[in-house]
């Protein structure tokens, strides 16, 4: 196996310590560039090949997001001669960046796993929107991808350098690069920040340009564009799946679906956004679980009240914690009643068990 292209994959010290029981298998480690349904493409050390999943880890897969996802790391079984692979297990994910499954389920689904940094991209048209900025950085607080937010479109936009001043400053320290997918300009900053064995993805709604990025990324077409309407500045969805891709001295950046609805999930049950000006005042709070709201001696309100805390932050913070919250009790419930299932499902085998037992006895 070549070691050097698992290393071009991502691989490292990391994942090397956590695959040695699956070594001691005889299994390899491959890593999933396409997701469509039960099927997959993986790359390995001897090239990409079609994969897919054992009947056992179907049967004992708990949810979703238990299977492998676009960037995850994966151990195989792989057949040469068939260029195929079976995938036995899916390695713990050094990060990952989800959301609550469009719906009213309260399930995890995995938009990316194992990245390193996370491009949020804003269109300098009607596609700026403040509170879903927010809410992306919101969403990768705490799981170790950075952020970094994109304004394309500045080519269109004569006030497109004050935009990015008080983006930078709302969004403070996240950095905010301005770009122009059409002309070229400002892509040589954002291509300086990929690295070889990193991973990047792109997020953001239709129509922002995020096809276009990453086809000027690649230096080829290997994204689809496609028109944006004038009226709302929205864009078909011309990324239909994730796909992790091969970038030249670049790393590997997936795309992403455009998403119309990014609600934030945390299975630590922590339900607060955690933006850092909120936290850095919230350390100076009277009391230890101060909601912020009503306290007195609360440091946060006092400094919304005086604008050192931008009014969209605070409408941002108390809108996701409630969300987080809600999506928090709902699946605390669906625990309890996965549990209480499991709990019933047993106690009939038991009952089965003891009723073949004694009929055995009776014979």
């Excluded at 010290?13 to 999933?32: A, H, I, N, T």
């Excluded at 297990?89 to 390193?116: D, H, M, W, Y």
């Excluded at 969805?237 to 994730?242: A, D, F, K, S």
């Excluded at 499902?345 to 037992?357: C, D, I, L, P, S």
């Amino acid at each position: 196996m070549d070691t050097d292209t698992l290393k071009d994959l991502g691989w490292d010290s990391w994942f090397e310590s956590r695959y040695d029981m699956y070594r001691d298998m005889g299994l390899e480690p491959s890593r999933v560039i396409v997701e469509h349904k039960e099927r997959y493409i993986i790359a390995t050390g001897y090239g990409e090949m079609p994969a897919e999943v054992t009947g056992k880890f179907e049967f004992t897969a708990d949810s979703p997001s238990d299977f492998p996802k676009t960037g995850d790391w994966a151990a195989v079984n792989i057949f040469k001669d068939e260029n195929k692979a079976i995938i036995h297990a899916v390695l713990p994910r050094k990060t990952c960046f989800s959301r609550k499954a469009a719906g009213i389920k309260s399930e995890e689904q995995v938009i990316a796993a194992n990245i390193n940094t996370l491009f949020i991209v804003q269109g300098l048209d009607n596609n700026y929107n403040r509170m879903r900025m927010l809410r992306y950085i919101a969403a990768i607080k705490n799981t170790g991808i950075e952020a970094v937010v994109v304004l394309n479109k500045s080519d269109i936009n004569p006030d497109a350098e004050n935009i990015r001043k008080e983006t930078a400053a709302l969004i403070n320290p996240v950095p905010v690069i301005q770009v122009s997918a059409k002309t070229g300009a400002g892509l040589d900053a954002l291509f300086n920040m990929m690295k070889p064995g990193q991973t990047y993805a792109f997020v953001g709604s239709s129509g922002a340009g995020k096809s276009t990025i990453i086809n000027a990324a690649a230096g080829s077409d290997i994204m689809a564009t496609g028109e944006v309407r004038e009226e709302d500045s929205r864009g078909r969805h011309t990324t239909v799946t994730r796909q992790l891709f091969m970038l030249a001295g670049r790393g590997m950046l997936i795309d992403t679906p455009g998403m119309r609805e990014l609600s934030l999930w945390n299975e630590s049950g922590v339900n607060d956004p955690g933006f850092d000006i909120i936290s850095e005042y919230a350390m100076k709070c009277r009391y230890i679980n101060c909601t912020h709201e009503h306290e007195p001696g609360c440091a946060v309100k006092e400094a919304a009240e005086k604008g050192i805390i931008p009014e969209e932050i605070m409408e941002s913070y108390f809108k996701l914690k409630r969300e987080m919250a809600y999506t928090a009790a709902r699946t605390d419930k669906k625990a309890a009643m996965d549990r209480k299932k499991k709990e019933k499902k047993f106690g009939r085998m038991q009952k089965e068990v003891t009723q073949h037992r004694r009929l055995k006895r009776g014979q």
